[in-house]
Nanobody
């Protein structure tokens, strides 16, 4: 059974940095493109970054481009999201999952950007 567990969220001041990560199990991780998504209060879940199965191709939403960096370790079945220059509008619950996933969501990790 597919499972993802996110961790590393917290409270950070505007302009600060945070790295969140997830560990996946129950599927052949290195065959799947992966992505980070977020759901802000009152908004739909949106994809913010994606990475292909080998890590060769990466894509970012315009709202995080130049500030966030996605990476993966296929030996550890993990995906990380390094977030720099955080803004209050980055406040959300962050989820990792397969690219364009419709199910298999984990609990997410809360990121709050506030002074």
């Amino acid at each position: 059974q597919m499972r993802v567990v996110e961790s590393g969220g917290g409270l950070v001041q505007p302009g600060g940095s945070l790295t969140i990560s997830c560990v996946a199990s129950g599927f052949t991780f290195d065959l799947y493109d992966m992505a980070w998504y977020r759901r802000a209060p009152g908004k739909e879940r949106e994809m913010v970054a994606s990475i292909t199965s080998t890590g060769k191709y990466i894509s970012y939403d315009d709202s995080v481009k130049g500030r966030f960096t996605i990476s993966r370790d296929n030996t550890e079945n993990t995906v990380a999201l390094q977030m720099n220059s955080l803004k209050p509008e980055d406040t959300a619950v962050y989820y990792c999952n397969r690219f364009q996933a419709r199910d298999g969501w984990g609990p997410g990790t809360q990121v709050t950007v506030s002074s």
